[in-house]
Structures are given as structure tokens and as C-alpha cells.
Antibody, heavy 121, light 108 residues
Framework: QVQLQESGPGLVKPAETLSLTCNVS????????WSWIRQTPGKGLEWIGY???????LYNPSLKSRLTLSVDPSKNQLSLRLTSVTAADSAFYYC???????????????WGHGTLVTVSS | SDELTQDPAVSVALGQTVRITCQGD??????ASWFQQKPGQAPLLILY???DRPSGIPDRFSGSRSGNTASLTITGAQEEDEADYYC???????????FGGGTRLTVL
């Protein structure tokens, strides 16, 4: 059974760079679409972007200029890098897997527990 | 870009049927996925491809689509169904994922 575990700094200063990782266990990282999704406490879901097979990415247009997603297959690990953060980037950050290999449905059937990021000085 | 609109809150009496809707032009071309989220938990996929359920999701959850509106129906709502429900789909212009604002379901 595939399990995802996000990890990150918890607290980031404004204008700095947020870096998160998502460790994938119990299954292969290749051939699936992996998305990052965030949620401000008490608010709705916002899709951040996906990475597929290590090279193909699509980013939310609102974040595109600040965002980089990457994958390290040797570590079975996904990474998110968001530059120039502001308070508006404070949220729970989730990594999630699309349901079927090679197919993009945005039907996320596996989610991590999420990691809370607070942007504050 | 496309948007998905959901009613912020819906209530249902225990054992009754409730429909949660999601409206948006992208739904004319793409199926919705539906996610259930309980407090302190990650979202859970409960419906995809309009009507299909992942393994383990009770069959009281069903989906439908008409025009630009997707619906999640819970037939015989249970106390444990009290949660936030989000629809998801994709933007028709650049294919990125979009979510509705969520509907908080209260089971009375």
C-alpha cells in the first residue's frame, strides 16, 4: 500500500524559499502523476502543480513564476520549492498521487497527511 | 480560467438523501472527482469519472452529471458522512486542476 509523508520546515520567513519533500513508500514513483495541493486552515483546496516521470510538469498559473517541482527516483522522493513566500503561502501542503499510472485524471487516490507551513517573521 | 462553484453548506436529516452540486463550464467536457474531508484529515477520494467509487467507499455515495453541473448524492446519510466535500476537475484552457470551494455537510 502506497504511503506518502510530507516534511518541511514548519516556519519560513517572508521573501525566503519554501522547500518541502514527500517521501513515497510502498510503491513506485515512476509512471504516476504526482501533485502538490495546499489548503489554508479552514479554507478550500488549491492545486499547486504536478510532476510526471521526473520531467513533465504543469504548474498552477498563479504560482508558476515561483514554483519548481522535482523528483528523485533513487530516494522515491518528491520535492517542492516555492520562492519569495508571503503570508498568503501559509497552508497545509499535501502531496497526492493520481489514481492510475500514465493517466492524468486529477483523481487523487493517495494523499499524505500534510505538513503545515507558516510564513512569518 | 475555469471555476467550480459549490454551495458552502448543506444539511440533511439522518437517513435521508442529500445532493451536493458542483457547477462549472469545465464539467461539460471533463468529469468531476469528489473528495471527502473530515477535520484533521487529508481529503479522501470518494468518486471519480462521474460515477465510479474507489474500493471501500460505500455505495450510498453516487455521482451524476447534467450539462455543466456535477452532483454527489448520498442516499441514506449517516453520522459519519458529516464532512467537507470538494469537487475537482480540470481547466479547459491549460489543463491544470481546479477545485470547488467545498460544501460542508451537516447530518442532523
Amino acid at each position: 500500500q502506497v504511503q506518502l509523508q510530507e516534511s518541511g520546515p514548519g516556519l519560513v520567513k517572508p521573501a525566503e524559499t519554501l522547500s518541502l519533500t514527500c517521501n513515497v513508500s510502498g510503491g513506485a514513483i515512476s509512471n504516476y502523476y504526482w501533485s502538490w495541493i495546499r489548503q489554508t486552515p479552514g479554507k478550500g483546496l488549491e492545486w499547486i502543480g504536478y510532476i510526471y516521470n521526473g520531467g513533465s510538469t504543469l504548474y498552477n498559473p498563479s504560482l508558476k513564476s515561483r514554483l519548481t517541482l522535482s523528483v528523485d527516483p533513487s530516494k522515491n522522493q518528491l520535492s517542492l520549492r516555492l520562492t519569495s513566500v508571503t503570508a498568503a503561502d501559509s497552508a497545509f501542503y499535501y502531496c497526492a498521487r493520481d489514481r492510475l499510472p500514465h493517466l492524468l485524471f486529477y483523481a487523487f487516490d493517495v494523499w499524505g497527511h500534510g505538513t503545515l507551513v507558516t510564513v512569518s517573521s | 480560467s475555469d471555476e467550480l462553484t459549490q454551495d458552502p453548506a448543506v444539511s440533511v436529516a439522518l437517513g435521508q438523501t442529500v445532493r451536493i452540486t458542483c457547477q462549472g463550464d469545465s464539467l461539460i467536457y471533463h468529469f468531476a472527482s469528489w473528495f471527502q474531508q473530515k477535520p484533521g484529515q487529508a481529503p479522501l477520494l470518494i468518486l471519480y469519472d462521474k460515477t465510479d467509487r474507489p474500493s471501500g467507499i460505500p455505495d450510498r455515495f453516487s455521482g451524476s452529471r447534467s450539462g455543466n453541473t456535477a452532483s454527489l448524492t448520498i442516499t441514506g446519510a449517516q453520522e459519519e458522512d458529516e464532512a467537507d466535500y470538494y469537487c475537482g476537475s480540470r481547466d479547459t484552457s491549460d489543463n491544470h486542476a481546479i477545485f470547488g470551494g467545498g460544501t460542508r455537510l451537516t447530518v442532523l
